[in-house]
């Protein structure tokens, strides 16, 4: 018997049905060993041993492992073709070692790129041994992180409470995001003006021309800056006479995209569906680990984690065979197209993603995947047959414009673009991010010297704008051109950024949280090599050296060690006072800005002559006055922009009665963030306003929906006990006999209801994980005006209709496979009502992430 290791189940599922009775294919469910969360698991000191420890979910998997390979003849290991890959292998093959098993038995590893029959069977073919580089280059990097981490994250706890960590890869990502917004609050508009003339030929053709020059003077985008002088040149044109000057036409060629890669598959998918970075991945990796298709499991993508854009020959060959077939040879290049990668330090060891059987087009396989793989599938498909398509040609026109009245001239241009062949374009056209999109538009034929009649004139105000916040996708791009990170770790980058509350998406558009600001703007002040873009690229080159077997990881290790390890203890000494007044000059424009009136930004709007600081208290940095405790006025650094509304603790808004008790309900700004509060009494009733609430924004209304909590959800239909919601230190949550279960989301305190509260206190008190939404019994399309799928689910208390966060319990009698589409739409429709009702205002606008 052989014994073959793969990380999944399902990917173990799939090669099982390639492989006779002479195997058995196990799966490690992922990483099996981690260093341990604790100081001393690597040690400089001792040439930079590391203990590992077993995950306490992958014991039994490996002790299955171990009784497996007992009793085979050989073990085949058959994990990913990366470095985590490599690394898994090695960590299973040391763990088989040390609860000596192996003996004499063969061990071999083997690599594939897709998850097919051929595939696989060619890779037994040709096993090898542990790439031993490669797993140097994994305990580098790990190392690296480890020391990062568990080095410089007790300083910060210390100089910054409520700071939680700083890593080495992700502290730079978040000075990329924290960079942008001070690039944003730093940006001030600048007004300017257009001029465009609306003309036609004498036949009566109109196009547009814009001013390039007026009175010999060349006419740029910010060149006219005030309506006095747009109005002027207008008037000129208003009295001019136009004519034809020149004519240029030029042929130009558009290229076709590479295939996919890891960042360019995560960008494209967030432009075309909206799709987060690690949602592409998970549907990719689905794709990719095997998919029935009508009796067939096979890997419909190859591995999804790769910077590489080139593809196999035979891959080319099947491509220039579908596009053959399908459009033509006009659509055929002459000569195979051959991609080379443009991003910094990309290792280009794998193929770019794509299908693994070309000819098996997207309509083919679409009713037996799952929306959002469809969705995936078909673009990765299109974009590799379009990336071995013929270039699109078109033609750009420019038309040369003479205006004069009198001795007074201008300068006008008209351009248009055509296509005079689609090529590639007729089957993909990549999204763009933030550019304008070019408008193709056709001009008339004129000839030199030709009068054009005037329609109109047109001056038009405008503003410059700022920079643009980052996307998940547009920061993956911006750190793979500047070399930070690897396919394998963009999206846990970013979730590391999300989960300690250094960020959040707003529109799908990530916002630094004042905890990230200040985090970076602690290591740019005392840490500055650390977070700089080109160390951490130039390390980041060094591990991809180790990798390819030109480098010692342990001297790298060493080198970086030396100089870290210097300047952690030169900041150990430091105050915090000294921290606080180096934060004040960096944050200054964000938390203390300019009044309108003029006045000090930093003067104590309460006292008169304290001065604000940033301060340091038990759950992380606030403003304060220097005259404290004379002076108790506090404010959040959030606030900050709206500091001549602020208002002392002594000084709340009163946000109007209660209804029920007659009690004044008031808006309060405290110690540890903003609450509302009910009436005066010695203890009155308060609740703390919920992270990603904009306090400015609450009225009566949403006050009183949170002094109303604990909701009373329903009784609990086994134990009639009652299930509460409510919000805790550790977020939102339902309640049922002591045992408590998180909600996704604040808003969902107001919503839920009893079938959703009861399956997840019954999951929590299982001690398990919450499961996955329930399979669908039935899927009845898309919903005509909203998008995403409405389908029919089994539920732990019977069938409902779903679309996104919106469950709607059939009426009792239904059958479930009966329901169409209209029946759902009224039942979800009526539902959303409900829970639209019972939602505090302004927060029923659906979560951008």
Not at 12 to 31: C, E, F, P, Q
Not at 454 to 469: K, L, N
Not at 517 to 537: C, M, P, Q, W
Not at 671 to 698: C, H, M, N, T
Request: net charge neutral; with cysteine.
């Amino acid at each position: 018997m052989n014994i073959v290791i793969v990380e999944s189940p399902a990917k173990a599922k799939t090669i099982n049905r390639y492989l006779g009775s002479d195997y058995h294919v196990l799966a490690s469910y992922g990483h099996v060993r981690d260093l341990p969360a604790k100081d001393g698991s690597v040690r400089p000191d001792d040439d930079f041993a590391m203990d590992w420890e077993v995950d306490g979910k992958a014991r039994k998997r490996l002790s299955d492992i171990a009784a497996a390979v007992k009793g085979a003849d050989r073990l085949i290991l058959a994990t990913d073709p990366d470095r985590e890959g490599e690394a898994i292998s090695w960590h299973v093959l040391e763990v088989l070692h040390r609860k000596r098993v192996l003996k004499d038995k063969p061990v071999e590893r083997v690599v594939f790129n897709a998850i097919t029959k051929q595939a696989v069977l060619d890779a037994l073919r040709h096993p090898r041994t542990i790439d031993a580089p490669l797993v140097d280059a994994y305990l580098a990097r790990r190392a690296l992180d480890y020391l990062v981490g568990f080095t410089l994250s007790p300083v910060l706890w210390r100089k910054l409470p409520g700071a939680r960590s700083a890593g080495r890869v992700q502290s730079v990502a978040l000075r990329l995001v924290c960079d942008r917004e001070a690039e944003i609050e730093r940006f001030r508009p600048q007004e300017y003006w257009s001029i465009v003339a609306r003309l036609a030929t004498e036949k009566g053709e109109a196009f547009e021309a814009r001013l390039t020059a007026f009175e010999g003077d060349k006419i740029g985008r910010l060149d006219i800056a005030d309506e006095a002088r747009a109005m002027a040149i207008k008037a000129m044109l208003e009295a001019a006479r136009f004519s034809v000057r020149s004519i240029e036409s030029k042929p130009q060629r558009r290229h076709p995209q590479p295939p996919f890669t890891t960042s360019t598959l995560q960008q494209e998918a967030s432009r075309k569906f909206g799709f987060a970075a690690n949602q592409t991945m998970q549907i990719a990796q689905r794709l990719y680990e095997g998919v029935d298709i009508g009796g067939e499991t096979a890997g419909l993508i190859t591995y999804m984690r790769t910077d590489g854009v080139q593809i196999a020959p035979e891959a080319i060959a099947a491509a220039r065979s579908v596009i053959a077939g399908r459009f033509g040879d006009r659509y055929l290049p002459t000569k195979q197209r051959h991609y080379h990668t443009k991003a910094k330090n990309a290792q280009e060891a794998h193929e770019a993603i794509r299908p693994t059987d070309l000819s098996r087009h997207p309509d083919s396989v679409r009713a037996r995947l799952q929306p959002e793989q469809a969705k995936l599938y078909e673009i990765i498909w299109k974009r590799t047959i379009a990336s071995q398509m013929e270039s699109a040609e078109l033609e750009r026109t420019t038309i040369e414009i003479d205006a004069r009245s009198g001795d007074r001239t201008a300068d006008l241009r008209a351009t248009g673009s055509v296509v005079r062949f689609d090529g590639f374009l007729t089957l993909y056209q990549e999204g763009r991010d933030d550019e304008e999109e070019e408008e193709a538009k056709r001009l008339p034929a004129v000839h030199s010297g030709e009068p054009l009649l005037r329609r109109a004139i047109e001056a038009g105000q405008h503003f410059t704008e700022p920079p643009p916040r980052y996307t998940e996708a547009t920061l993956i791009k911006k750190m793979e051109e500047i070399g930070i990170g690897r396919p394998s770790t963009y999206t846990a980058t970013l979730s590391v950024l999300r989960d300690r509350g250094y960020v959040r998406l707003d529109k799908k558009r990530l916002v630094p949280e004042d905890k990230g600001r200040l985090v970076i703007a602690f290591l740019s002040s005392f840490f500055t090599r650390y977070v700089e873009y080109g160390f951490t690229a130039a390390l980041e080159e060094q591990l991809d050296r180790i990798s390819a077997g030109d480098l010692d990881w342990k001297d790298v290790l060493r080198d970086f060690w030396r100089e870290f390890s210097e300047s952690v203890d030169g900041i150990k000494e430091l105050r915090v006072a000294e921290v606080l007044e180096a934060l004040n000059e960096i944050l200054g424009d964000h938390v203390f800005p300019a009044p309108e009136n003029g006045s000090d930004p930093r003067a104590c709007p309460s006292c008169g002559d304290g001065r604000l600081s940033l301060k340091i208290g038990r759950y992380g940095a606030f403003i304060g006055c220097s005259n404290y405790p004379d002076c108790r006025y506090t404010r959040q650094l959030a606030d900050g922009a709206d500091a001549d509304k602020e208002k002392s603790g002594d000084e709340p808004l009163v946000l109007g009665t209660d209804p029920e008790t007659g009690l004044a309900v008031s808006l309060r700004n405290g110690r540890f963030g903003p609450y509302v509060q009910l009436g005066e009494e010695a203890k009155p009733k308060r609740a703390s306003i919920p992270k990603g609430w904009d306090p400015a924004a609450i009225d009566l209304e949403r006050a009183l929906r949170l002094l109303s909590l604990p909701r009373p959800v329903g009784i609990h239909p086994e134990t009639g006990k009652e299930i509460t919601a409510g919000i805790g230190r550790y977020g939102p949550f339902v309640l049922h006999d002591g045992v408590f279960a998180n909600l996704d989301t604040v808003d969902e305190v107001f919503t839920v209801g009893l079938n959703r509260a009861v399956t997840l206190i019954a999951e929590k008190s299982k001690g398990g994980r919450r499961r996955g939404t329930p399979q669908a019994l039935k899927s009845l399309g898309e919903h005509p005006e909203l998008g995403g799928e409405i389908s029919v689910r089994d539920g732990r208390y019977g069938p409902y209709v779903n679309h996104g966060r919106i469950n709607a319990t059939l009426p009792k009698g239904t059958d479930p496979n009966a329901v169409t589409l209209d029946q759902a739409l009224a039942l979800i429709a009526a539902k959303a009502e409900k829970a639209g009702a019972k939602r505090p205002a302004g927060r029923r606008r659906k979560s951008a992430d």
